[in-house]
């Protein structure tokens, strides 16, 4: 029974990261069609990462190692909590406090590798991307409460969330919290980084931010965490307002169209600040989350 856990867990940790790398190659293209432009094909993330990890890499500090693991095992931690069409790993009813408790170690590790390297680009990335984390973090709790608030007896556990949602697409979340649903997707272009919320890279300010001095196998880290942040970030919008997914390929073909869907409205917006970014998520997020978890509390 250990070993089949085992291999399982190793499966979705792969699967994180095959099709995490797979929707960033669709977005790419998506960008190069709004762009007018062909654009790469939709393999060229995996190429991008076995090119990182066949390359030389330089380390400034052992400490750029251990960063990189932690971020990318914490981060596949979490992916092995996040139900796919109902299936997980290992028994468990889908903790989103531990995922949530989780996904920060992401930005965390990175935070310990790039602080190594002292390029003072790197610290400005890494203390954009904490800041901007705690933008989008409590609106998203918010919205969480929201859901509990609706279940009985409350949870805050995926596989209820989405036992509650079985009733055809007019019970999903997205219909029944409306202003729910929006808050989750407004905290979500900011987990994914995309615009307004890409201040922590700002190609064009600070050279990339907190991936500036990373190259071979960290850049080819950093490309997988990124991966495994995309899978986890549309699985439990899709699990808690989309109703999860029937079947693998429905669980996918949703995420992909939430993903999408976040790389098309990047195309459209200019970069906000860092104070601008969260001051936006506090007030548009967070008080739409908090007029639905009202709503809930009084309606429900």
């Known amino acids: 029974m250990i070993r089949t856990h085992i291999f399982f867990s190793f499966l979705f940790a792969l699967g994180s990261m095959f099709f995490g790398l797979l929707f960033m190659g669709m977005g790419r293209i998506l960008t190069a069609r709004i762009q007018r432009r062909i654009g790469p094909p939709v393999w060229q993330s995996y190429i991008d990462v076995i090119k990182c990890f066949s ?3 330089t380390s400034h500090h052992f400490i750029m190692d251990l960063g990189s693991m932690m971020g990318l095992a914490g981060l596949l931690a979490a992916a092995l909590l996040v139900p ?3 299936m997980l790993p290992f028994p468990s009813n889908g903790p989103m406090l531990v995922i949530l408790y989780l996904m920060p170690i992401g930005y965390l590790g990175l935070a310990m590798g790039v602080s190594a390297s002292g390029n ?3 610290a400005i990335g890494i203390g954009r991307a904490l800041t901007l984390m705690v933008g989008y973090e409590i609106p998203f709790v918010v919205v969480l409460l929201g ?3 609706t279940l009985t007896p409350w949870s805050t556990m995926l596989i209820p969330i989405i036992s509650a949602q079985s009733g055809g697409i007019t019970s999903w979340n997205a219909f029944q919290m409306p202003f729910g649903f929006i808050a989750a997707l407004i905290a979500l272009q900011g987990m994914l980084a995309k615009k307004p919320f890409d201040t922590m890279i700002a190609p ?3 050279a990339s931010g907190s991936m500036v001095e990373l190259s071979g196998k960290f850049l080819g880290f950093a490309f997988l965490q ?3 942040a995309i899978f986890i970030e549309t699985g439990l919008i899709v699990n808690m307002f989309l109703g999860g997914g029937t079947t693998l390929w ?3 073909f949703k995420q992909a169209v939430v993903y999408l869907c976040a790389t098309a409205v990047s195309e459209i917006y ?3 600040r860092v104070e601008q970014a969260v001051r936006f998520l506090w007030i548009s997020a967070g008080s739409l989350a908090m007029i639905q978890l009202i709503i809930n509390l009084i309606v429900r």
């Open 55 to 57: 390359r030389h890499s």
């Open 84 to 86: 796919v069409a109902g």
């Open 120 to 122: 003072p680009l790197a």
């Open 147 to 149: 859901i509990m608030t």
């Open 204 to 206: 064009a300010e600070i």
């Open 226 to 228: 990124h991966a495994v």
């Open 250 to 252: 429905e669980f996918l």
């Open 270 to 272: 200019g970069r906000f």
